[in-house]
């Protein structure tokens, strides 16, 4: 079965402690990214990645590291949290082709809370 | 920035209904206008997309309506259920493959 899969599903942590998203995926796609979702400003990409050793900043990049070291591997890196970092993150992934199955699928997502 | 403006926010329907949620761009480099269906705890689906050499596209009780001059693109629910009660989100996708999205909106069918 094609999936993005992320975890954890929930975390709660403390100001300061690092950690760390993980998201999997397994449909060979090359483009993949990080969003969060707040109420009022939908998704909102963090970073993305073209390829293996390929990232860029999305629109909201402060605060977060990313890497890409496997095709199927995009961690979310967040080294010293915050509670402004409270929300509920997407990994998302899709290939970089220009037919017709083209389209981003989504992880079940991760809601942080930062405390 | 925001790139892609999508309304309304909310939409209270009644069963059988059409619901329409609109959504216009700036970038007209953007070829391709999906639209996501987002069930509560779970992660946003793709669920119809039109390329911008289209005017519409209908699956189902689902059908895109794209403007290309206006730079708008819509979506409507035809005889709309209970089920369909989720968030809506419009997308566009740039040449680079990264998807701008639009604010969401809920939308609730009463039954």
């Known amino acids: 079965e094609a999936q993005v899969t992320q975890n954890p599903r929930y975390l709660i942590t403390v100001t300061g402690k690092k950690l760390t998203v993980t998201c999997s995926q397994n449909?060979?796609?090359?483009?993949m990214s990080w969003y969060r979702q707040d109420p009022g400003l939908g998704l909102r990409q963090i970073y993305y990645?073209?390829?293996?050793?390929?990232?860029d900043k999305g629109d909201v990049p402060e605060g977060y590291k990313v890497s890409r070291k496997e095709k199927r591997n995009f961690p979310l890196i967040l080294e010293s949290p915050s509670p402004n970092q409270t929300s509920l993150y997407f990994c998302?992934?899709?290939?970089?082709?220009?037919?017709?199955?083209?389209?981003?699928?989504f992880g079940q997502g991760t809601r942080l809370t930062v405390v | 920035q925001q790139q892609v403006k999508q309304s309304p926010q909310s939409l209270i329907v009644q069963k059988g209904g059409i619901s329409i949620i609109n959504c216009a761009y700036e970038?007209?480099?953007?070829?391709?206008f999906p639209w996501y269906q987002q069930f509560p705890g779970k992660g946003p689906a793709l669920l119809i997309a039109?390329?911008?050499?289209?005017s519409e596209k209908k699956e189902g009780r689902f059908t895109i309506s794209f403007n290309k001059s206006a730079k708008q693109f819509s979506l409507h629910i035809m005889d709309s259920q209970p089920g369909d009660s989720a968030t809506y989100f419009c997308?566009?996708?740039?040449?680079?493959?990264?998807?701008?999205f639009g604010t969401g909106t809920r939308l609730k069918v009463l039954a």
């Open positions: 998302a992934s899709s290939p970089r082709a220009r037919g017709r199955r083209t389209e981003a699928f």
């Open positions: 449909m060979n796609h090359e483009y």
């Open positions: 990645s073209m390829n293996v050793e390929v990232t």
């Open positions: 970038n007209t480099a953007f070829d391709y």
């Open positions: 039109i390329r911008p050499d289209v």
């Open positions: 997308a566009a996708r740039e040449r680079t493959y990264k998807y701008i």
